[in-house]
DNA sequence: AGCTACTCCTGGTAGC
DNA sequence: TGCTACCAGGAGTAGC
């Protein structure tokens, strides 16, 4: 599923053909990928804005729109748990599953493909009302060991719904959760209390590297429905430590990597590298 | 505050 | 082979 790894190279595979362009047109065949809005007044919203920016912000897709030069709101896409992003030339046959399209001054259009209908592609004015909730980029300089530590130690919850609140950190999901969590040698309902500093600086640069490897990889590919928009599989998947290993050995110490389920998502733990803290009654 | 359950969706697949 | 039932999962919401 698209976390912040493969949104990440998304938008910087489909910054190139859109940034400077001018929206011509908007379509919608799925009114609630809009988010609750009229497809029409989407429409005049955007229509004759130019694309200022592609950005990325948690698990979003940032526009930024300009008018005259000034800012002009934004379109907040989130691709959830099947959305896609292409661009094609307007005369190409309508993708299935395809649900808002921008029509851009060159000729070709943005399209938002989403099979599960998840998906969003939602304009706002004002940035801050999308994403003024997110916490820290886990990728910047501000968030630091010392502010994980400090922010794991102000809440009482287990760490993987913790780490998957996008108002505590943004841009992790289920896979680089499991991910992270292992590489720290952290269990996924160790409480966040009780984590420590050691635990939360091994968190902390296993969050870092684990981002950092996957974006180098473009992400990860393990089912049809993440590809690059250029229809590439990113190479993540190979990467996994944990994730979708059920039963299979741990690359470290050979016990077999067990999948339980924490908060109604699929965990993946290695029982051995993975000591769930004793304290717990 | 933080937990669980439920909702939104549909293609893929396990099980019969 | 062909059918059905269930599963995955990000995020929002409701109820406790």
Redesign the pocket.
């Known amino acids: ?3 912040l790894p493969e949104v990440e190279t998304i938008a910087r595979l489909v910054r190139p053909a859109l940034v400077g362009r001018r929206i011509a047109g908007l379509r919608a065949s ?1 009114k ?1 990928t809009l988010g609750g809005a009229a497809p029409s007044s989407v429409a005049r919203a955007v229509c004759g804005a130019t694309l200022a920016s592609v950005g990325r912000r ?3 897709v940032v526009l930024a729109l300009e008018r005259a030069g000034a800012p002009a709101g934004g379109l907040f896409l ?1 691709l ?3 959305g896609r992003l292409h661009v094609d030339p307007m005369e190409a046959p309508r993708r ?2 395809e649900r808002v399209s921008l029509a851009l001054d060159d000729g070709n259009e943005l399209r938002f493909v989403d ?4 998906g969003r592609f939602v304009f706002a004015r004002d940035p801050g009302a999308i994403l003024g ?1 997110l916490g820290p980029e886990p990728l910047d300089a501000a968030f630091t060991a010392e502010w994980l530590d400090r922010g794991l130690r ?5 760490l993987k ?2 780490l ?4 505590f950190v ?6 680089y ?1 499991d991910e992270s969590l292992f590489r720290a040698r952290l269990h996924p309902l160790t ?3 009780r984590v420590g500093p050691d635990g939360a600086a091994r968190l902390w640069r296993a969050i870092r590297r684990t981002l950092g490897e996957a974006i180098e990889r473009e992400g990860s590919s393990f ?2 429905f993440y590809l690059t928009p250029e229809g590439q599989p990113g190479s993540y998947q190979e990467r996994f430590r944990v ?2 290993r059920d039963a299979k050995p741990c690359r470290r110490c050979g016990t077999r990597i067990q ?1 339980l ?7 993946h733990v290695c029982p051995r590298c993975q000591r769930r803290s004793r304290s717990r009654r």
Request: proline share 6%; hydrophobic share 35%.
């Open positions: 599923m698209p976390e799925w609630r948690g698990k979003f989130h959830r748990m099947s299935p599953y099979v599960r209908k998840f909730a102000s809440r009482r919850r287990a719904p913790l998957l609140d996008q108002t943004a841009g992790l999901g289920n896979i959760v409480r966040s209390d089912d049809a994730y979708g999948r389920v924490v908060g109604q998502r699929g965990t």
